[in-house]
């Protein structure tokens, strides 16, 4: 059971006095107090979690005009809905430390956004989250966004290294199979990009990379280029974790979650069916 005090949910919109990007952001910012557990939101630094707040707001060239307050009953269904969300989640992924922060963010008008749900997350420490919201959303899409990004949270606890393109292939598998195994969902649209066979063999391709440390073959793989059809590490890291729960139903979510992702794609045996 989850202590009522143990889930803190902030809502961090700019004033209606900001005008200029830089104001805007500064009062998100300033919303933003230095915690012991998670420092600046989940940032070592007021200057990481501005430039954060820059790029992620206004990655489109969006005008302030689209960022609209929250009102009083999508706050209190907001924080309802993922108060409740963190709760089932803990009921299979105990919170080391017994504290989870979640930080809720306007999100200013991106197709990215509106294309899911009118939901964006992100997970930037252990035990924190970040939720960008549309004026319009689903709540059906914060649910699953909220499962989503408690995994990834938990998992940062017990995986502190550099994570390579197999790691995040793992990291991101886990995440869509607990959100589907929890709230019993459908596969995501990215988790669906590949079919088993195409992901195997997109994996037999990518033998030689999967120990990479590289970001910019990170965005390939995951977004997409000229070789690499968007959402493929998204697929091959669902179909990879998928296969491996399958053959071992027994294992607990607390157990798994520790596992090396190295270690769940050896003995998942996916590539080799």
Not at 251 to 260: G, H, M
């Amino acid at each position: 059971m989850v202590a009522k005090n143990s889930i803190n949910i902030y809502f961090c919109y700019p004033s209606k006095n900001a005008r200029t990007e830089k104001e805007i952001v500064q009062s998100i910012s300033s919303q933003i107090g230095y915690n012991t557990k998670v420092g600046f939101g989940g940032f070592l630094n007021k200057k990481y979690l501005n430039d954060y707040l820059h790029r992620n707001l206004f990655k489109g060239g969006e005008k302030h005009a689209e960022a609209k307050q929250i009102s009083a009953r999508d706050k209190k269904q907001v924080r309802d809905t993922i108060a409740n969300t963190i709760r089932k989640c803990a009921g299979e992924l105990t919170i080391p430390g017994g504290v989870f922060s979640i930080f809720v963010f306007s999100s200013i008008g991106s197709r990215y956004e509106k294309n899911f749900g009118g939901i964006n997350g992100f997970t930037p420490y252990k035990n924190t989250m970040h939720i960008f919201l549309l004026q319009r959303f689903s709540k059906r899409a914060l649910v699953e966004t909220v499962a989503h990004e408690f995994t990834h949270a938990i998992f940062f606890n017990y995986h502190t290294e550099r994570q390579t393109l197999l790691d995040t292939m793992i990291f991101e598998g886990i995440a869509d199979n607990f959100r589907e195994d929890i709230f019993a969902g459908k596969p995501a649209a990215w988790s669906r990009a590949l079919i088993p066979h195409e992901a195997r063999a997109a994996l037999r391709a990518l033998q030689t990379k999967l120990y990479v440390k590289s970001f910019s073959l990170y965005q390939e793989i995951f977004f997409g280029s000229k070789k690499y059809k968007r959402w493929t590490g998204y697929s091959l890291g669902y179909h990879i974790v998928k296969h491996f729960r399958k053959k071992y139903p027994a294992l607990t979510w607390e157990k798994f979650i520790r596992l090396k992702p190295k270690e769940i794609f050896k003995l998942s045996g996916f590539e080799k069916k």
